[in-house]
């Protein structure tokens, strides 16, 4: 691994093939904003053997209301159960991945440890890497007989909401950071929300930026550097257009050690919802 929070397709392959005592399950999280059922679409034709599938919409995300964002997170319980009829437990190493650089595994990585459950990594390389590498893939799902007993404990210091981030600009304490693309962030273009622009005060630090194009995390050293501007008494809190992005940002601070980050949830489209 490079990281306890990360994992190679070679380790996870060797994980398989011993058939260790290590308690594993790992979750699909591919997802494509532009066709909703395409994710599960490619599970179901092909997937990690053993793996489970959560939908971003459907299980990663509570549904979208007046305000709160496109992508409000997930009522606790709810997933929670999802969780426990997966057999996840609280010793359960949960391996995630996706085919979008972390765009979709990195929010279930982030909720899990929200939930209090810090045995989560991200497959580094995605399911594309898994079947470069000629490692197996099945259609058929997992039986599971015995459920877990996986209790999200929330970790309520971990969001902001936007009563806070309006104080930002006039806070010292806090660096605010927007994940999306500089076209975005600049206000040229805004395909999904009615306002284009950023929060006053905001930084961009891309998403993309964690990743090679090939969907591998830069090496450690690399997110250190990417994140040398933030001095240590500063906290950052992380939003883009609607708080799931965001989470590759705070994988990406989690690397460099820059801990606690906090998410704004309900991220641009929150904030878009309360302009006139």
């Known amino acids: 691994m490079l990281d306890s929070s990360i994992i190679t397709a070679a380790s996870l392959n060797n994980y398989l093939a011993a058939d260790s005592n290590v308690n594993i399950k790992i979750i699909d999280c591919r997802f494509a904003l532009s066709d ?3 994710g599960r679409q490619q599970y179901q034709t092909a ?13 990663l995300s509570s549904p979208a209301q007046v305000h709160g964002g496109r992508h409000p997170l997930p009522d606790d319980r709810v997933l929670g159960a999802k969780l426990v009829a997966m057999g996840i437990n609280a010793d359960t190493l949960v391996i995630a991945y996706d085919d979008s650089r972390f765009a979709f595994a990195a929010r279930l990585w982030w909720l899990l440890r929200y ?12 399911y594309g890497n898994w079947v470069k590498a000629s490692y ?3 259609a058929d799902r997992s039986t599971i ?22 104080t930002i600009p006039d806070s010292p304490a806090h660096i605010l950071i927007d994940s999306r693309e500089p076209d975005r962030y600049l206000g040229n273009t805004e395909p999904i929300d009615p306002v284009a622009g950023h929060i006053p005060s905001a930084v961009n630090y891309p998403w993309q930026g964690v990743s090679t194009p090939e969907g591998f995390a830069l090496p450690i050293e690399a997110h250190q550097q990417r994140w040398a ?3 240590p008494d500063i906290e950052p809190i992380v939003y883009c257009g609607s708080g799931v992005t965001a ?3 705070l994988f990406s601070l989690h690397l460099a050690g820059i ?3 906090k998410l704004y949830p309900g991220s641009w489209s929150d904030w878009c919802s309360y302009r006139d």
């Not at 997937?47 to 299980?59: C, K, S, T, V, W």
């Not at 939930?115 to 995605?126: E, K, P």
């Not at 007989?145 to 309006?166: A, E, H, K, M, Y």
């Open 115 to 126: 939930y209090g459950h810090d045995r989560v990594a991200i497959l580094d390389g995605g």
């Open 145 to 166: 007989s015995t459920p877990g007993n996986f209790q999200p404990q929330i970790q309520p210091n971990w969001t902001v909401d936007i009563d806070l981030v309006r």
């Open 136 to 138: 197996p893939v099945t």
């Open 229 to 231: 501007a933030i001095l």
């Open 259 to 261: 801990e606690p980050a």
């Open 36 to 38: 909703p059922d395409l």
């Open 247 to 249: 989470c590759v940002n």
């Open 47 to 59: 997937h990690i053997p053993g793996a489970e599938y959560l939908d971003l919409n459907r299980d």
